[in-house]
């Protein structure tokens, strides 16, 4: 995970950490509430404790399968905790949000008839991960979204090997075919780190890529974290 240096928490409730003084509260912020051990201890560290996961680092959580081990920055983190909380109380769900927000499509999602996966554009778009981890701020850190399943095993819950294999013909056409190869890697989050379950989508990072090709392959896609104002 991204690393700690120095004092690991503060003698602050952890909603404070990283708040300016003139904008703390006693009282705890409703979308601060009921979080997870793990979430508590990231928002009790202060940001200067925070070291980014390098690129090396990312690539071999990726290749592990330690993908458990993504976090935010603590300050971050604390944004997208209240950013969720506000699309809860705004559009009902996080799905809804996306759904018709972000990716402008209707339920029943239906891929187009008689295409392969990733043959036809309208059955997936490619946008920007709303809230990335505590990364190097050099990788891009992107979400393909798709109308058609990435069939899993039943019994370990990962990809099939059709679907892995499908998965990284996409990723080589759309990304290593115009960067450089060893600068994009793919991965697809086991069922339990899923934030969206309804949606399936899958993340590709880029390293230090051209910012006019990202703005290409979005369609000029903005970052809700560039956005929103906790």
């Known amino acids: 995970m991204g690393s700690l240096s120095g004092p690991a928490a503060t003698a602050l409730p952890y909603w404070q950490v990283n708040v300016p003084t003139d904008r703390r509260t006693d009282e705890c912020p409703e979308g601060l509430r009921n979080l997870s051990a793990k979430d508590v201890g990231i928002l009790s560290t202060p940001d200067a404790a925070y070291n980014r996961q390098t690129w090396t680092e990312v690539r071999r959580l990726v290749e592990t399968n330690r993908l458990d081990l993504f976090q935010r920055v603590p300050s971050e983190l604390r944004r997208y905790r209240l950013f969720i909380h ?14 018709r927000q972000r990716l402008g499509w209707e339920e029943p999602l239906r891929a187009t008839e008689g295409k392969r996966p990733f043959e036809a554009e309208g059955d997936y778009r490619i946008l920007y991960n709303d809230w990335p981890y505590g990364i190097d701020g050099r990788i891009v850190h992107l979400v393909v979204w798709t109308k058609f399943e990435l069939e899993e095993n039943p019994a370990t819950g990962d990809l099939t090997e059709k679907a892995r294999e499908e998965i990284d013909r ?31 989508h899958f993340h590709v990072m880029l390293f230090d890529p051209d910012p006019a090709f990202i703005r290409e392959i979005t369609n000029g896609d903005v970052p809700q974290c560039d956005k929103f104002e906790a």
């Open 86 to 99: 506000h699309l809860i109380k705004e559009h009902g769900s996080v799905m809804n949000f996306v759904l």
């Open 170 to 200: 996409f990723v080589e056409g759309t990304f290593r075919a115009r960067t450089e190869p060893d600068t994009v890697i793919w991965f697809k989050n086991w069922r339990s780190l899923k934030s969206i379950h309804a949606v399936e």
